[in-house]
């Protein structure tokens, strides 16, 4: 049933904010999103009783009122999907006849990682000296002269670094960009898979991306 819900809201969205992309839509509704139930105890998985984690709720439960006024918005172009799936190796006939275009060019550079998706998924290889870099740029449809500081949780076994911590917003529209650091603390052996936030904060929003991690053996 999660499906006629949330294209229900998607529709409510579009209709308040036409100028909205399909992935702005999708931003508002995940970085809005709610991770306890009316009893404003943790959500549990229906499956068996325990807890429950973003492999099972994603982003959280929908809340269509505060995903109207969001904020801020992570928002993709086509453009940005055809350089993603250059990156993932997609030949340029495959390319073509997912996005219905016939001139299509690819970045020299682009990584996957580097998409402008509200939440963050790091996989530390046993190679990769455990340190993932990650980009992301937002868009502030909140009001002007905004200023927004970051949050950041999660477990002990991943150190979090983002630049700058702090973004300002002198207008609607504005763009800003920020980078993520993330360095795992544990040995890939040890470490089973964790969750953590990201969250953007100012006097009237929050803008949380959830972000999951997991180490590859």
Known sequence: MSCPHISGVAALLKAAHPEWSPAA????????AYTVDNTNSSLRDAAGGLLATPFAFGAGHVDPQKALSPGLLYDISTKDYVSFL??????????????????ITCPRKFRPGDLNYPSFSVVFKKKSKHV???????????????????????????????????????????????????????????????????????SQHVVRSPIAYTWKI
């Open 25 to 32: 839509i999708k931003s508002a509704l995940m970085t809005t």
């Open 86 to 103: 250059c990156s993932l190796n997609y030949t340029t006939p495959h390319i073509q006849v997912i996005t219905k275009m016939s001139n």
């Open 132 to 202: 993932m870099r990650f980009r992301r740029e937002v868009t502030n449809v909140g009001p002007a002269m905004s200023v927004y500081n970051v949050k950041v949780s999660g477990p002990a076994s991943v150190s979090v670094k983002v630049t700058p911590a702090k973004l300002v917003f002198n207008k609607v529209g504005q763009k800003q960009r920020y980078y993520v650091i993330f360095a795992s603390t544990v040995d890939a052996s040890n470490a089973k898979p964790d969750f953590g936030w990201i969250s953007w904060m100012s």
